[in-house]
């Protein structure tokens, strides 16, 4: 099944940044972020650019003034962003830390896909709600901003992602989490 497409949402930039460690020093709980690309066939795609971005662990993303909750570092930050080139398997891999949310959206990573410079996927990735309010209860970084007022299921650009495949893998290690999903795209 393809992973749906979505919305660009808000934020994205033209500019990319080719780096696996996103986080630029910013505070949160760490996340090892595994993204495997496939064709719908589900065979890899290697060289396939991979570009995300997301907030911070106050909901607050770079480069723009988006008056969030948490801080708001604008134009000339570039933190939580980066690109990375799938491997001969399909995969890219990101450091950074898990999402903050901020009102009206459930905690998210945006994504776009790009093969041979044509964008063949813009999306966005979930995180199973139990998990966040853990994070969110657990970890400093957070607390300050209480737990999400949006859920996966009442979040207007979410879907289904329980079904859809937009919905990330979690465990938890000792230092953080690793999340995996295959994003299946056309090509």
Known sequence: MLLPASAAGPFPLSEQFVRREVTEGYPGHALRLGLRIVDADCVAVPGAAVEIWQTDASGD????EDNGDGKDEAAGTT??????????????????????WYPGRTVH????????????LTGQL???????????QRHPAYVEFGLPDTTNATDGLA???????SLISIAAEREGSVGLVNVSVAV
């Open 61 to 64: 993303y770079s480069a723009f």
């Open 79 to 100: 933190f939580m962003r980066g690109t990375q080139i799938a491997d001969e398997e399909g995969i890219v891999e990101f450091h950074t830390v898990y999402p903050g």
């Open 109 to 120: 990573i945006h994504l776009r896909v790009r093969v041979d410079e044509s964008l063949v």
């Open 126 to 136: 979930y995180f199973d709600d139990a998990y966040t309010a853990e994070v969110m």
């Open 159 to 165: 879907g289904d992602v329980e079904n859809d495949g």
